[in-house]
């Protein structure tokens, strides 16, 4: 089954009787009561319920609505009732400061407000009302001024299912936000499930869902990766799925040790946090045939601890590169021999999608294309570029260069068609590869739970060391720093110091204002 229609996604894949079975680590926010195992008759049901609180409150076509709450998969259930309703539902993340969720909602006008207390009562905290912005808020598990009770809204009318063009705006997600305010994305059907999801639904060997996996996933259900996620987890029926709405190892361990997944999919972070399970004696990922890597990089150590932790004879770890604007455009499959002989290449992003995608590198003052070898700013061509950015369509057309998108990354193209990538623009350092610099760190510092390295205008690169403990001793790091560019004297954190967005990516112009009072970069920032 190929998905099209997110409004009745769970409906026509329960009329077809797939048998999938999801597994929760705690039960859904929007249905305390549910329990943690659900089948796919009664995850329709349910989103099913979740589309007549919408309408009850005033969702419709030509209305945008917003879902801003703690991380689960009924951020995607609650979107894609709200599909069914004709109303283009805005995913946003709970990790978001008080003042950039508060900038999105402005931006964003939504007719209705999904959330909870806890997320309205942390920002009236920092001093923003998030309730003022939306035309009605509905609060999920708790009585707050300015917001009524989702208990309100239960029982009315479900409404049928709203069709609408595949050129129309479905979804609004949020991009990462590393570098400042994120950009609200807007994708059509087009783009997001037909040349997306439907791409990814179709059977395929080796890297194609099969009937008899058992799928684990690990993510941030406010970002539009899961919305796209959904769509193939739910058409492609594989035996289980399991939910990990959190990152805590001893939390998900028992969940996946009695659920053992053979593919695995996780933010970058989720793998690192994960990473102390596969050392474990009921190792949960004895079984896993596939990893799957996407968001941002993965660093050697963490790749080879999964890839090692599989007692399969050929594991295999596929990362992809790309935007939230564009999907992924280029794929790898690591190996455990790859990813031994290839230590200092993991950011070598692989091939354009084939059919899908082109890409090519120009010079970033003059435009012209670079020889392979050379560093250029990386163009991409794809049929799946979002909409527009609501809002701020001038800097969505700035990007644009004809037919082609500029990713605003710098990478190196081979002359097998292949790109490394060396960093972002914005992030570069005047000498050599942050990204590669980081790799070589961790491959040095095992205590390192992740090493970020901070291009500054005029200084040395600022190094972080993130730690369990947030320490770092000085011989341990003379003899990670040795024959590596020279860089400043390092910054140890712990994890939970690190500005984070919700995916994990570290907020990288707000940690170096924390550490240093400045955010002035050696690149541009003229493409964020």
Same mark, same amino acid.
């Given at each position: 089954?190929?998905?099209h229609?997110m409004?009745?996604? *769970?409906?026509?894949c329960a009329?077809?009787?797939?048998?999938?079975?999801?597994?929760?680590? /705690?039960p859904?926010?929007i249905?305390p009561?549910?329990?943690?195992?659900?089948?796919?008759?009664?995850?329709?049901e349910?989103? /099913?319920?979740? !589309?007549?609180?919408?309408?009850?409150?005033g969702?419709?076509?030509?209305?945008?609505?917003?879902?801003?709450?703690?991380?689960?998969?009924?951020?995607?259930?609650?979107?894609c009732? !709200?599909?069914?309703?004709?109303a283009?539902?805005?995913?946003?993340?709970a990790?978001l400061?008080?003042?950039t969720a508060?900038?999105?909602l402005e931006r964003?006008?939504?007719?209705?407000?999904?959330t909870?207390?806890?997320v309205?009562?942390?920002?009236?905290a920092?001093?923003?009302?998030l309730?003022a912005?939306a035309?009605r808020? $509905?609060c $999920?598990d708790?009585?707050?001024p300015? !917001?009524?009770h989702?208990d309100g809204?239960r029982?009315?009318?479900?409404?049928a299912?709203?069709?609408?063009?595949?050129?129309?705006?479905?979804?609004i997600?949020?991009?990462?936000?590393t570098?400042?305010v994120p950009?609200?994305?807007?994708?059509?059907?087009?783009t997001?499930?037909?040349?997306l !999801?439907?791409f990814?639904?179709?059977?395929?060997?080796?890297?194609?869902?099969r009937?008899d996996?058992?799928?684990?996933?690990?993510s941030?259900?406010a970002?539009?990766?899961t *919305?796209?996620?959904?769509?193939?987890?739910?058409?492609?029926?594989?035996?289980?799925?399991?939910?990990l709405?959190?990152?805590d190892?001893?939390?998900?361990?028992p969940?996946l040790?009695?659920?053992?997944p053979?593919?695995?999919e996780g933010?970058?972070?989720a793998?690192?946090?994960?990473?102390p399970?596969?050392?474990?004696?009921?190792n949960?990922? /004895?079984?896993v045939?596939?990893?799957?890597?996407?968001?941002?990089a993965?660093?050697?150590?963490?790749?080879?601890a999964?890839?090692n932790?599989?007692? /399969?004879?050929?594991p295999?770890w596929m990362?992809?590169w790309?935007?939230?604007?564009?999907?992924?455009?280029?794929?790898?499959l690591?190996?455990?021999?790859? %990813?031994v002989?290839r230590?200092?290449?993991?950011?070598?992003?692989?091939?354009?999608?084939?059919?899908?995608?082109?890409?090519k590198?120009?010079?970033?003052?003059t *435009?012209?294309?670079?020889?392979p070898g050379?560093?250029?700013?990386?163009?991409?061509r794809?049929?799946?570029l979002?909409?527009?950015?609501l809002g701020?369509?001038e800097? *969505?057309a700035?990007?644009?260069?004809?037919?082609w998108?500029?990713?605003?990354?710098?990478?190196v193209?081979g002359r097998d068609?292949s790109?490394?990538?060396?960093?972002?623009?914005?992030?570069?350092?005047?000498?050599g590869s942050?990204l590669?610099?980081?790799?070589a760190?961790?491959?040095?510092?095992?205590q390192?739970?992740?090493?970020?390295l901070?291009?500054r205008a005029?200084?040395?690169?600022?190094p972080?060391? %993130?730690t369990?403990?947030?320490?770092?001793?000085?011989?341990?790091w003379r003899h990670?720093?040795?024959?590596?560019?020279?860089m400043?004297e390092?910054?140890?954190l712990?994890w939970?110091?690190?500005?984070?967005?919700?995916?994990g990516k570290?907020r990288?112009?707000?940690?170096?204002?924390?550490?240093?009072?400045k955010?002035d970069?050696?690149?541009?920032?003229?493409?964020?």
């Amino acid at each position: 089954m190929r998905p099209h229609d997110m409004g009745a996604l *769970f409906d026509e894949c329960a009329e077809r009787g797939h048998r999938t079975t999801v597994h929760l680590d /705690r039960p859904f926010d929007i249905a305390p009561g549910g329990g943690t195992v659900y089948g796919v008759p009664a995850l329709a049901e349910l989103v /099913r319920a979740a !589309a007549s609180w919408w309408s009850a409150a005033g969702a419709g076509p030509g209305t945008r609505v917003a879902i801003l709450k703690d991380n689960h998969w009924d951020i995607d259930l609650l979107a894609c009732a !709200a599909v069914r309703t004709g109303a283009v539902p805005a995913k946003l993340s709970a990790h978001l400061p008080a003042e950039t969720a508060s900038a999105l909602l402005e931006r964003l006008g939504p007719e209705v407000l999904i959330t909870t207390a806890a997320v309205i009562e942390r920002a009236r905290a920092d001093g923003v009302d998030l309730v003022a912005f939306a035309r009605r808020t $509905i609060c $999920i598990d708790g009585q707050v001024p300015g !917001a009524a009770h989702l208990d309100g809204l239960r029982g009315h009318p479900v409404p049928a299912p709203r069709r609408r063009s595949p050129d129309d705006p479905l979804v609004i997600t949020h991009s990462s936000g590393t570098t400042g305010v994120p950009k609200l994305v807007v994708h059509s059907t087009r783009t997001i499930i037909d040349r997306l !999801a439907g791409f990814e639904a179709l059977p395929a060997p080796v890297v194609g869902i099969r009937r008899d996996d058992v799928l684990a996933t690990a993510s941030s259900y406010a970002h539009g990766r899961t *919305f796209c996620w959904t769509a193939v987890a739910l058409s492609t029926a594989p035996k289980e799925i399991v939910l990990l709405s959190g990152q805590d190892p001893d939390r998900a361990d028992p969940l996946l040790r009695e659920h053992p997944p053979t593919v695995v999919e996780g933010v970058p972070a989720a793998f690192v946090r994960l990473k102390p399970l596969t050392g474990r004696l009921a190792n949960p990922f /004895r079984r896993v045939r596939l990893f799957v890597s996407t968001y941002d990089a993965v660093h050697p150590p963490t790749l080879r601890a999964y890839l090692n932790a599989s007692r /399969r004879r050929r594991p295999l770890w596929m990362d992809g590169w790309g935007q939230t604007e564009t999907g992924p455009l280029t794929f790898r499959l690591h190996r455990r021999s790859s %990813v031994v002989r290839r230590r200092a290449q993991t950011h070598h992003a692989g091939h354009p999608v084939p059919v899908k995608t082109r890409l090519k590198l120009v010079d970033p003052v003059t *435009f012209r294309p670079v020889r392979p070898g050379k560093p250029g700013l990386v163009l991409a061509r794809t049929g799946a570029l979002c909409l527009d950015y609501l809002g701020e369509s001038e800097r *969505f057309a700035s990007k644009r260069l004809g037919a082609w998108w500029n990713t605003g990354d710098i990478g190196v193209r081979g002359r097998d068609g292949s790109v490394r990538l060396v960093d972002r623009e914005v992030d570069r350092a005047p000498e050599g590869s942050c990204l590669a610099t980081e790799d070589a760190l961790e491959e040095r510092l095992p205590q390192a739970l992740e090493c970020v390295l901070l291009a500054r205008a005029e200084r040395l690169p600022l190094p972080v060391v %993130v730690t369990a403990d947030g320490a770092l001793s000085e011989r341990a790091w003379r003899h990670a720093c040795h024959g590596l560019p020279a860089m400043a004297e390092p910054v140890a954190l712990s994890w939970d110091e690190v500005p984070r967005t919700g995916t994990g990516k570290v907020r990288r112009l707000e940690l170096l204002d924390r550490l240093t009072g400045k955010t002035d970069t050696y690149g541009t920032g003229r493409w964020t």
